[in-house]
């Protein structure tokens, strides 16, 4: 329930403002449909293409470094022993430092995908906005 839920109240949002805009002018729906669309399904898609191979890296790497770390704790009598210390940490510090790389470009798509899904948002509240502003001059008020 928690998967179909937020799609489908998006969905009955969108319809719902949709025929309650288009009551009055049917160009603000067909530009809050655009929007919804650009903001529930095409950016979302887009920002899922766009980290896949960002996100395996990222995942490889965790994996790659956890594995590292699990050998040198159950490995160290012998890293020890034949005096490899200094070769098993730079190996773990080399692999550490490439998984905080690939974090902070996976860090960056989700930032670029915040401000585009900020940046539609607001486009799509300044557009209606604006095809609304004339709309008012039209209306006559009675005191």
Sequence with gaps: MRVVAPPLVALLTALGVSIFLASFYPPLAIVLIGF???LGLILPLLSRLLSRKPGKA????RSELHTQL???IQGLPDILAYNRAADKLALIAETSH???LAQRRMGAHQRIAIALTVLLTNLGMWTVLFLTIPLTSMVVWKV
């Design 36 to 38: 919804f669309l650009g």
């Design 58 to 61: 990222l995942i490889n790497l």
């Design 70 to 72: 699990v050998d040198g």
């Design 98 to 100: 490439a998984y905080g």
